[in-house]
């Protein structure tokens, strides 16, 4: 079974550094089950469909909850476009719109 790829947007990247550690290393594993066993493989409470062709990706820890969106690219890829700290229930629309921005500036 051929693994899938993560990578990191330049932007994106830096978000995940500023995260508390125990968050960031939450993420850093539902992203290792992203390559291994591929995004059709994976649900929740690990990942779940946004919006059109975004997903994020769900952590929480003791120091926070924070979310990671991210899409589906050619050749088994898997980018994440923006990380974020979760503050409120729903996925804010700026996060959204940061994600799509990137996205189309990638294209």
């Given at each position: 079974m051929q693994q899938w790829t993560v990578h990191l947007h330049p932007d994106a990247d830096a978000e995940l550094r500023a995260l508390p550690l125990d968050v960031q290393a939450r993420l850093l594993r539902v992203a290792d089950l992203l390559k291994?066993?591929?995004?059709?493989?994976?649900?929740?409470?690990?990942v779940r469909p946004l919006e059109?062709?975004?997903?994020?990706?769900?952590?929480?820890?003791r120091d926070g909850i924070a979310r990671a969106i991210y899409i589906a690219m050619r050749g088994r890829t898997l980018t994440v476009l923006h990380v974020?700290?979760?503050?409120?229930?729903?996925?804010?629309?700026?996060?959204?719109?940061?994600?799509r921005r990137r996205l189309e500036a990638m294209q």
């Open positions: 291994t066993f591929g995004p059709q493989r994976v649900g929740m409470p690990h059109g062709k975004l997903w994020e990706m769900r952590a929480q820890g974020f700290v979760k503050k409120t229930q729903t996925t804010p629309r700026a996060a959204l719109e940061t994600a």
